[in-house]
């Protein structure tokens, strides 16, 4: 083996590669949400608000969850299929951006 080579284990499931990918997406996003004051989130989810032609007030949990979806919507993430191959030829390089969410899919797709 190769310096440096990552030894490969058994093939994942589909089911499990499919929640690392929505994990390490998640975890994008959420990265740029610690990153904005609650004034930038606040101003965030009201244009995302504005955008979706909705009118009230909105609670804090609702301006979290309007400033992650319009985030979610604007950040540059690659499509599944080219996550994929590049996952399968590093995956060391994305072990420090899942923050968890695929476990419970393994562990269910282990359970079958």
């Known amino acids: 083996m190769a310096v440096g080579a990552v030894e490969r284990g058994p093939e994942e499931p589909l089911e499990v590669l499919r929640a690392k990918y929505l ?15 609650p ?4 101003l965030l ?3 995302a608000y504005r955008e979706e032609s909705e009118e009230g007030e909105l609670s804090y949990v609702e301006m979290v969850q309007s400033a992650t ?12 299929e080219i996550w994929l191959e590049d996952y399968q030829d590093h ?6 951006y899942f923050i968890g969410l695929w476990k419970s899919e393994s562990e269910t797709s282990l359970d079958d």
């Open 23 to 37: 994990d390490y997406c998640s975890a994008q996003v959420a990265d740029l949400l610690l990153y904005l004051t």
């Open 69 to 80: 979806d319009w985030l979610s919507r604007k950040v540059a993430l690659p499509p599944f």
């Open 91 to 96: 995956p060391e390089s994305y072990v420090e």
């Open 45 to 47: 989810a009201q244009r």
């Open 39 to 42: 004034d930038e989130i606040y």
